[in-house]
């Protein structure tokens, strides 16, 4: 399923449920200043827009709530939909906006000024190293998508985050069973487009279908399937690195 944060507002898009069920369903939750979760409650669902999916990434921003591409009954999709968040936490009526130039699952986005960024993911049977790139219109739409410079060795099931005016790269799975456990950073210049790509302190255990998150000057790597073949392998550690000035992490901790 796909998550995004806003004003204090949880929200969980999509998704699988019982018996492997694509789900376009939304639900939201406020959140509490020492990190509680409030009760949940429904909001219009997707399935007006586009289908039910799972994953799929997500993203907020301005007052928009977007759902990019995904998988629904073994197909890629390439579209994406975006939503008005209303003050109290609901969500507006869904609509369709530009679509991916090609269809992935298991990508990753962020969002940073202005622009949206949509990174890797699987299709075709092809693991994507692309990096696209859309503006976000005041109205809540996208321009057209715009290719960027590449990061290094295509993958699904990553993370990304965007901080600092670097966007970041971490971990995920080639479909050869090939998991990842590197750091990748490139600087975002002042017009939205994404320089080139670096490495930097790799964390402990490579895995995918992780999380990650910034908060305070700090990077967090949380969870994640660390199996490359067989059983899955879940994950329940969480490390943190601090990231400097010039977009590189320093050593990682548990």
Do not use: K
């Not at 998704?15 to 492997?20: F, P, R, S």
């Not at 939304?26 to 219009?44: C, D, E, L, R």
């Amino acid at each position: 399923f796909g998550t995004a944060l806003h004003n204090g507002t949880l929200y969980v898009l999509g998704g699988t449920g019982n018996g492997a069920v694509s789900l376009n369903a939304v639900q939201f939750a406020g959140t509490s200043v020492v990190g509680g979760v409030g009760a949940w409650s429904a909001t219009p669902a997707f399935g007006a827009a586009g289908p039910a999916r799972l994953r799929h990434c997500s993203a907020q921003h301005n007052g928009f709530l977007y759902v990019i591409a995904g998988e629904t009954s073994g197909s890629y999709l390439s579209d994406v939909l975006h939503a008005p968040l209303d003050p109290g936490g609901s969500v507006g009526a869904w609509a369709t906006t530009s679509s991916l130039p090609g269809t992935r699952m298991g990508a990753a986005a962020a969002v940073h000024g202005e622009s949206v960024y949509v990174l890797g993911g699987f299709s075709g049977g092809t693991n994507h190293n692309t990096v696209l790139r859309a503006t976000i219109n005041p109205d809540g739409t996208l321009s057209a998508w715009t290719a960027q410079n590449a990061f290094a060795n295509g993958r699904w099931g990553h993370a990304v985050i965007a901080s600092g005016g670097f966007l970041y790269v971490l971990g995920g799975y080639a479909t050869a069973g090939t998991l990842f456990g590197d750091v990748q950073y490139a600087p975002i210049a002042a017009d939205g487009t994404v320089g080139a790509w670096n490495s930097t302190n790799a964390f402990s255990g490579a895995r995918y279908l992780h999380a990650a998150a910034v908060h305070n000057g700090f990077l967090y790597v949380i969870g994640g399937n660390g199996a490359s073949a067989g059983p899955d392998i879940f994950l329940s550690d969480v490390q943190y690195a601090q990231i400097n000035a010039d977009g590189t992490l320093g050593s990682w901790s548990s």
